[in-house]
């Protein structure tokens, strides 16, 4: 007998549950109502782009390029080209119109140029360098932002203060 009593227990919580989840208007009713979900996301409808650079020297000749875009990029690869050496970053995302290269000076020793290229879907930002041997770098993506830091092959090292045992 409580075996009965608990299934129909539990069959009771179970049907008023599912009936406080249902609506109570009428299909008829809901078809005026807005959408409570946006039509485009913030920031999602902005085509991809730079925004501004910065190049950042360090004390030991490292470099920092700080480059600021529009928007969250789909995706960040690189490669590294000599004859001249450059820092090739192709960035992926919907760009607003292709566009011919264009050349703005760094105002630095080391990275001489920034080159920027837009094509459907990809830009291309180029860290023109001022050196016969390729550096060591790393490229970091921040959600808007892209961190490029360049050690030069000729920067002084620091000996070590003490040694490991």
């Not at 004859?83 to 001489?112: H, K, Q, Y």
């Not at 016969?132 to 360049?150: C, G, N, Q, S």
Request: aromatic letters at 4%.
């Amino acid at each position: 007998m409580t075996v009965r009593r608990c299934i129909s227990v539990a069959g009771g919580i179970a049907l008023a549950m599912l009936s406080g989840c249902s609506s109570h208007k009428p299909a008829a009713d809901l078809r005026g109502e807005e959408s409570v979900l946006p039509t485009s996301l913030p920031g999602m409808s902005i085509p991809l782009d730079v925004r501004e650079f910065e190049v950042v020297p360090a004390d030991n000749g490292s470099r920092g390029v700080f480059v600021k875009l529009s928007r969250l990029p789909s995706g960040v690869t690189h490669h590294l080209e000599s004859g001249p050496t450059r820092i090739v970053l192709d960035i992926t995302g919907p760009t607003g119109t292709e566009s011919a290269e264009e050349v703005f000076p760094a105002n630095d020793t080391l990275v001489t140029h920034v080159i920027i290229s837009r094509q459907m879907g990809s830009m291309q930002v180029v860290l023109d360098l001022d050196t016969a041997e390729a550096p060591t770098y790393d490229v970091l993506p921040m959600a808007d932002w892209i961190l490029v830091r360049i050690k030069p092959a000729d920067a002084p090292r620091k000996p070590w203060t003490q040694r490991a045992s």
